[in-house]
């Protein structure tokens, strides 16, 4: 198994699974870095026969991303994540700004779930793994994992459109 094609083909997927719980772009650099760092480590005892390689990969992101957040509360950190850009930066078009507040409002909206349902969507949508797929990752059945994911889409529809955004 060649690591720099899994780096390759997965490394934009992971990311955008850690930005789902991870809000800070430097912290998620971090927790990206250390998944695959764990996942070069430990490419000498995948199993192809147990999970395929996005099962396994994501098994670690998940992992990575719960010592981050156990990490974080022991040390009792408050990040301001929602600062705005610092002053001197170019400024941008209105369609990047509508954009980047669209994005602002979903991961807040995002971040209001209970953390199964977050991890759940994060996984669905960062990743665009089956709901037969995340079942074998969690130990939930397949059909469960799809009530919780049709129920979490259906709280954030509600709250995008309590917002007006929807």
Same mark, same amino acid.
Do not use: C
């Given at each position: 198994? =060649?690591?720099?094609?899994? &780096?390759?083909?997965?490394?934009?997927?992971?990311?955008? &699974?850690? +930005?789902?719980? !991870? $809000?800070?772009?430097?912290?998620? =650099? =971090?927790?990206?870095?250390?998944?695959?760092?764990?996942?070069?480590?430990?490419?000498?005892? &995948?199993?192809? #026969?147990?999970?395929? !390689?996005? !099962?396994?990969?994501?098994?670690?992101?998940?992992? #990575?991303?719960?010592?981050?957040? $156990? #990490? $974080?509360?022991?040390?009792?950190?408050?990040? @301001?994540?929602?600062?705005?850009? $610092?002053?001197?930066?170019?400024?941008?078009?209105?369609? %990047?700004?509508?954009?980047? =507040?669209?994005?602002?409002? @979903?991961?807040?909206?995002?971040? %209001?779930?209970?953390?199964?349902? +977050?991890?759940?969507?994060?996984?669905?949508?960062?990743?665009?793994?089956?709901?037969?797929?995340?079942?074998?990752?969690?130990?939930?059945?397949?059909?469960?994992?799809?009530?919780?994911? &049709? +129920?979490? !889409?259906?709280? @954030?529809?509600?709250?995008?459109?309590?917002?007006?955004?929807?």
């Amino acid at each position: 198994m =060649d690591f720099a094609g899994i &780096y390759d083909r997965y490394f934009a997927k992971v990311y955008n &699974y850690v +930005r789902y719980h !991870v $809000r800070l772009p430097a912290e998620a =650099d =971090d927790v990206t870095g250390r998944i695959f760092e764990a996942a070069l480590d430990g490419l000498q005892s &995948y199993d192809a #026969a147990r999970a395929s !390689v996005q !099962v396994w990969l994501f098994t670690i992101a998940r992992n #990575a991303v719960i010592d981050w957040a $156990r #990490a $974080r509360s022991r040390r009792g950190e408050v990040f @301001l994540e929602d600062m705005e850009e $610092r002053a001197g930066t170019e400024p941008r078009v209105e369609d %990047a700004l509508e954009k980047k =507040d669209e994005a602002a409002l @979903l991961l807040e909206a995002v971040s %209001a779930l209970d953390g199964r349902s +977050r991890d759940l969507i994060a996984l669905k949508f960062s990743s665009g793994m089956t709901n037969r797929e995340i079942a074998l990752m969690t130990g939930l059945g397949e059909s469960h994992v799809g009530v919780i994911i &049709y +129920r979490a !889409v259906k709280q @954030l529809q509600a709250s995008l459109a309590a917002k007006g955004k929807l």
